[in-house]
C-alpha cells in the first residue's frame, strides 16, 4: 500500500516570504502522479500543483513550484511570496496506476500554513 | 460552472435516520471518487467508480453505506440508519489525471 507523510503539521511564513512544505511517499509503483492540494476555511479541495513521475522537470505553477526527488521519494512543495490568501491545510497526495487505467488518490495529513501579515 | 458539483452542502439529520448525497461530476471524466474527512485529517478513500461500474470499496464503507453511478454520470451516496460517527465532511472527486473535488457536504448526526 501507498503512504504519504508529511512531517510538519504547523507552519508560518512572514508575507512575501518563502515557504517549503515537505513530503514524503513510500511506494513500490513505477507510474504515478504526486500532487498538492490547498484547503482553505472553506474546506473547498483545490488542486495546486501536479507531478507525473516519469518527468525529471519540476513542476511550477506561477508562485508554487515543487522539488521533486524520485530516488529519494520526496515531493516538498514551495511557495514563493506568499500572500494572505494562501493560508490553508496543504495536502500532499498520490495516485498511481494500475494495469486497468484504475487511479486512487492517497493523502497525507496535512499541513496548517499561516501566512502572517 | 462546469466543476463537480454536490448537494446538499449541509445536512443535518438525527441519528437513525437515513441520509443521501449526490455528486455531478466534470462531464469528460469516467471516475469518480467518494471520500470522508473528519476534522484535522486528510480525505480517506470510501469508493471509486469508473463510468457506472464500483471499482473498489473502502472497508471503511460499512453494509450500511451504498454508493451508486447508474448511467456513468452522477453518483449519489447513502448512509442508512446514521450514527453520531458518520458526522464528517464527505467529498466527491472526479478524475482525468489529478482529481478534481467538489465543495463537499457536511454531515452532522445529532
Known amino acids: 500500500a501507498q503512504t504519504v507523510t508529511q512531517s510538519q503539521p504547523e507552519m508560518s511564513v512572514q508575507e512575501a516570504e518563502t515557504v517549503t512544505l515537505s513530503c514524503t511517499y513510500d511506494t513500490s509503483e513505477s507510474n504515478y502522479y504526486l500532487f498538492w492540494y490547498k484547503q482553505p476555511p472553506s474546506r473547498q479541495m483545490i488542486l495546486v500543483i501536479r507531478q507525473e513521475a516519469y518527468k525529471q522537470q519540476n513542476a511550477t505553477e506561477n508562485r508554487f513550484s515543487v522539488n521533486f526527488q524520485k530516488a529519494a521519494k520526496s515531493f516538498s512543495l514551495k511557495i514563493s511570496d506568499s500572500q494572505l490568501g494562501d493560508t490553508a491545510m496543504y495536502f500532499c497526495a498520490f495516485m498511481k496506476f494500475n494495469s486497468g487505467g484504475y487511479q486512487k488518490v492517497t493523502f497525507g495529513i496535512g499541513t496548517k500554513l499561516q501566512v502572517i501579515p | 460552472d462546469t466543476g463537480v458539483s454536490q448537494n446538499p452542502r449541509h445536512k443535518i439529520t438525527k441519528r437513525g435516520q437515513n441520509v443521501t448525497f449526490r455528486c455531478d461530476p466534470i462531464?469528460?471524466?469516467?471516475?469518480l471518487y467518494w471520500y470522508r474527512q473528519t476534522l484535522g485529517q486528510g480525505p480517506e478513500f470510501l469508493t471509486y467508480f469508473q463510468n457506472e461500474a464500483q471499482l473498489e470499496k473502502s472497508r471503511l464503507l460499512s453494509d450500511r453505506f451504498s454508493a451508486e453511478r447508474p448511467k456513468g454520470s452522477f453518483s449519489t451516496l447513502e448512509i442508512q440508519r446514521t450514527e453520531q460517527g458518520d458526522s464528517a465532511m464527505y467529498l466527491c472527486?472526479?478524475?482525468?489525471?489529478?482529481?478534481?473535488f467538489g465543495q463537499g457536504t457536511r454531515l452532522t448526526v445529532v
Open positions: 472527486a472526479s478524475s482525468a489525471n489529478g482529481a478534481f
Open positions: 462531464s469528460e471524466h469516467n471516475r
